[in-house]
């Protein structure tokens, strides 16, 4: 019977320390909530420049179908001002010499933009 005493006694004598266990847990709860943020954080990260790459190689491909187009309205318009040269006819205030003039400085100009992003990106 002492026996029995003396191994219940030392049983029930452990105590648990619930409240450190308690904080330890609330922590970890912690650390593992800074942790979603984190991955959160970084998936944005990710989602940031992954379209900003894209966006990189649309105006890549965008300047590049503009140069193609300036280069060949450019001599287009010379072409055609020497022949009318050659013809003796004016083209300078016609309807259509001013559309092409026109659209050409509008292509210009954004085109200006697309390699202003280009730089900065």
């Known amino acids: 019977m002492n026996t029995l005493k003396t ?7 452990e105590e ?7 904080v330890e847990l609330g922590l970890l709860d912690e650390l593992n909530s800074l942790n979603n943020q984190g991955e959160a954080l970084r998936q944005g990260v990710n989602k940031f420049y992954s379209i900003n790459n894209q966006l990189i ?3 890549k491909e965008e300047r590049s179908k503009f140069a193609k187009y300036l280069t060949a309205s450019e001599k287009l318009i010379q072409t ?16 259509a ?6 659209r050409i400085a509008e292509i210009n100009s954004v085109d ?3 390699i202003d992003f280009l730089n900065k990106a």
């Open 7 to 13: 191994v219940f006694g030392k049983l029930f004598k």
């Open 16 to 22: 648990t320390q619930l409240a450190s266990h308690e």
């Open 57 to 59: 190689a649309y105006a």
């Open 80 to 95: 055609s001002q020497n022949k009318a040269k050659e013809l003796g006819i004016d083209i300078n205030d016609s309807p």
């Open 97 to 102: 010499y001013k559309n092409a003039k026109s």
């Open 112 to 114: 200006k933009i697309y």
